[in-house]
């Protein structure tokens, strides 16, 4: 694998010097978010890790290349890119082989993560268990993944276009610790708050640093969910979002869509459904999960 990865400067003068590194994905980037606010969230994404004292490592397919950091170009090329494959695990052989674009997922960035030696992760919002999946079986690939993977998830819960409750039971059975960040219960990305408790309330970064140490030191594979609701004055309102997500799932039934597609199709439809306004709360999002996502890589440097 190690023959497949191309470090940015950033990323090489940053392992040197062993400074702590914090991967971000580029699903969000190609497939969250329209051309050009996904490039300059991405920036500003970006600098909020720098500014907290990590160093960003924005991870995609590129050239037969998995890119562990993206230099300027590389990242305006990619964000302004209509050919781009959205990536999960078992896309990455054919993108390396063909070097084609591709955009990683949460499970992609985990695995590309995991092998450039990068313990961190900041997201939006993760896969999980879709509704329905009980006739559909359509189960996120990233679910598998913090299965195995030894990488730290952060974001801001999932999306109810899920089925939040069979996504906690999922990441139950597979022992991945689901920690909330100041919450109590798991948040649903654009609200705080969802009927599911987190099975452990955490409120600093130092102690989530210190669960993440122990985890590693006990040798459990897997890796973990630090869900961090998004910051008040950009939760959207739980009705609204509500409505928007049943029309979402119905729209899809009727045009049978399936496989990856499902995800980008209902959050394609939840955008319009919103008009941009789902875009500001995304936003907001992904920037406090990275300022919370570099404290945490920041603690956890000091205690390796
Ligand atoms: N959920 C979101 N935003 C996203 C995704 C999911 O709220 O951008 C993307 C992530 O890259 C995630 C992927 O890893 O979709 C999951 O796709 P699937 O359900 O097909 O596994
Ligand atoms: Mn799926």
Same mark, same amino acid.
């Given at each position: 694998m190690k023959n497949f990865i191309t470090l940015s400067e950033e990323v090489r003068t940053a392992k040197e010097q062993g400074k702590p590194i914090v991967a971000l994905e580029s699903t969000i980037i190609s497939h969250g978010m329209p051309y050009p606010q996904n490039v300059k969230t991405a920036r500003e994404v970006e600098q909020i890790i720098r500014d907290h004292g990590a160093a960003p490592a924005t991870i995609a397919i590129l050239d037969g290349k998995i890119k562990i950091g993206l230099s300027d170009d590389e990242l305006e090329n990619f964000g302004s890119s209509k050919d781009v494959a959205k990536t999960s695990r078992r896309d990455l052989p054919f993108l390396l082989a063909t070097g084609k674009k591709g955009a990683t997922t949460v499970a992609a960035t985990m695995i590309c993560a995991e092998a450039a030696g990068i313990k961190t992760f900041v997201t939006g919002g993760i896969g999980g268990v879709h509704r329905g999946a009980e006739i559909s079986?359509? /189960? !996120?690939a990233d679910l598998e993944e913090l299965a195995k993977t030894n990488v730290a998830v952060v974001c801001a819960?999932?999306? !109810? /276009?899920?089925?939040l409750g069979l996504t906690m039971e999922y990441l139950e059975t597979k022992g991945v610790p689901v920690m909330g960040y100041q919450t109590d219960v798991l948040p649903a990305f654009y609200t705080r708050t969802s009927p599911f408790p987190v099975n452990i309330r955490i409120n600093e970064a130092e102690t989530v640093a210190a669960t993440l140490k122990a985890k590693g030191d006990l040798n459990l594979t897997g890796g973990a969910v630090i869900a961090n609701p998004i910051p008040e004055e950009y939760a959207m309102d739980e009705k609204d979002i509500t409505a928007v997500i049943e029309t979402a799932l119905e729209e899809a039934r009727e045009n049978y869509v399936s496989g990856k597609d499902v995800t980008p199709f209902l959050l394609g439809k939840v955008k319009e459904l919103t008009d941009g306004k789902s875009l500001d709360a995304n936003i907001a999002l992904v920037k406090h999960n990275a300022h919370v996502g570099a404290e945490i890589a920041v603690k956890l440097a000091e205690m390796e």
């Open positions: 079986m359509d /189960i !996120s819960g999932a999306k !109810s /276009i899920l089925d």
